[in-house]
């Protein structure tokens, strides 16, 4: 970081802490703010589109992703702040040539994300109705799943089994993992294989054994980016999540029960499908270490109209320790609007500095003990790592000190960090300000916002004072 010396931190035990309890210390109890705030990783989503772009008009949004971005546009005051961009694109606007891949499509969604202080969620789509598998694929030979005379699935189905499929889909999704795993704007990646919109359901389905090759396409080659399978094939459900991947579903929402016809039977997937499925795959406690999103069915201004139970939606949303959801970029109804800013001040994590404790003089040259008492007032972790940190600062110099912790295992409830921190020997005796933030390791600089007063212009919080000597 420019202008700012890093000092590496140092493990404490309690017995040092407990040495130096004799010592002269400051307590700091910072005030709790009660804000929405934006923070990576979780929060309602944009979709198809960044912060400051027109919404969708009424009920309606498209599933094609752009393939440019559009001008800056002034800030949307009828829609949150989002810290996370969710686009889906089909193959063939990928690779509609075979082996010749459009990833300058991918790369303007990443520098529009990053622009727009956002980051990006995507999904490559196989195809639906309306879009179609790539004409070369299906002109390569592969077999067909079914005929021009299905009732019901119009569009040119592959036949999953046929080694081909396998081939082809499998070398665009690691060809994706090369070019993107790991990327700092790239948030996670939807896992993708097979029926309309690659969500793994419908009666073209492979044999398991090709399930799983499809599914390990994305758990073997994404070692760095959040993979989340959909949920609504259980088998694919539960052997996803055992290896890694977070999950997500499409129809949160649906209590009315008149959206899915199952085998002559009226389901409502938020009371007949959804809650049970997520027990009968054990993936109960998958938000502990990986991401859960959810998307709406339809938008919130049909759930408005068809007056369903929006309490029990957010509530269950927060039962899921949900950290984002795509609400397609729609309008949230006027009279809904306090009920979705109390959801987002508990949707994902919520951090809270609620003690610290150090010395009121310490040495250049020295260690000095730290207590932090920190308090997730969320429902999940994050799941990137962001760096706890100190810094001492005054005008004739200053230095950041790295705090020992992992803020991902930092789950909803009470984190204590009590360290030691080495004084840099070359600071100028003085009085200092004491500084926190939780930085992002790609940068140095503040990232997450605190749920506490004493927030500065450049992203730290000014909680102190001490004294070196």
Known sequence: MAGMRWVRFAWSSLGLLACAAAQETVV???????DVLVNPGMGIQTFQRFNGDAINPGRRWSEQGPE??????????DFPRSSVAYFRWF????????????WEIIDRALDGARERGQKLMIRIMPYDDGHPLPEWYRASGARRANTDADPVWKAWAPDADDPLYLKHWGALVKELAARYDGHPYMDSVDISTVGYWGEGWGPYLPGWEMQKALLDLYLDNFKRTPVLVNFDELPAL?????????????????????YW????????????VYPQQLVRAGAQDVWQRSPVSLETCWTPIYWKEHKLDLDYILEQALRWHASTVNIKSSAIPEEWKGKFDDFQKEIGYRFVLRRLEYPKAVKAGQMAPVSMWWLNAGVAPPYREYWPAMELRSASGSAVIRLPADV?????GDAVVDTSIYVPDDLKPGEYRVRVALLDPWTGKPAVRLAIEGRQSDGWYDVGAVRVE
Do not use: F
């Not at 700091?28 to 009660?34: L, Y």
């Not at 440019?68 to 800030?75: D, K, L, S």
């Not at 991902?408 to 909803?412: E, F, M, S």
């Open 261 to 272: 016809d199952s085998w002559g039977r009226r389901l409502a997937h938020m009371l007949d």
């Open 238 to 258: 539960r052997y996803a999540t055992q290896k890694g991947a977070g999950w997500r579903l499409d129809c949160w929402g649906d209590t009315a029960g008149e």
């Open 91 to 102: 193959w063939l606007q990928i690779e509609p040539e075979q082996g010749k891949y459009r």
């Open 28 to 34: 700091v109890r910072p005030k709790e703010i009660h």
């Open 68 to 77: 440019r971005t559009a001008a800056r546009g002034a800030e949307n005051p």
């Open 408 to 412: 991902r295992k930092w789950l909803p």
